[in-house]
């Protein structure tokens, strides 16, 4: 059984910074992916960053609005999830989830919420001065 549990959401200004964590248990080889999404008050869930964990050495996938900004890594025990985000906008304003796949994304690391069947409960990020 795969658990995820998120911390480190907050309110930070324009410009600021904000490490997000998902402590994770449960994984197995049969796990492929894990990563971020996040969704605002009205719209659809969308994948912020994601990590092959079957190939780590694999590129990480990003959302092309959060590219250059946020950083998706793993540590060496493998058990915690990290996102790095830097120079925050208003518009990154959202609930964040980290979410695992057990589904196999060949050629790429699954990206799109339906291929993600665990999810933590989330953790609130607001950007606002």
């Known amino acids: 059984q795969v658990q995820l549990v998120e911390s480190g959401g907050d309110l930070v200004q324009p410009g600021g910074s904000l490490r997000l964590s998902c402590v994770a248990s449960?994984?197995?080889?049969?796990?492929?992916?894990i990563g971020w999404f996040r969704q605002a008050p009205g719209k659809e869930r969308t994948v912020v960053a994601a990590?092959?964990?079957?190939?780590?050495?694999?590129?990480?996938h990003y959302a092309d609005s959060v590219k250059g900004r946020f950083t998706i890594s793993r540590d060496s025990e493998e058990s915690t999830l990290t996102l790095q985000m830097n120079s925050l906008k208003p518009e990154d304003t959202a609930m964040y989830y980290c979410?695992?796949?057990?589904?196999?994304?060949?050629?790429?690391?699954?990206?799109?919420?339906?291929?993600?069947?665990?999810w933590g409960q989330g953790t609130q990020v607001t950007v606002s001065s």
């Open positions: 449960g994984f197995t080889t049969e796990h492929y992916a």
């Open positions: 979410a695992a796949s057990s589904y196999h994304c060949p050629g790429r690391v699954c990206s799109d919420s339906l291929e993600y069947d665990y």
């Open positions: 990590i092959d964990t079957i190939n780590p050495s694999a590129d990480p």
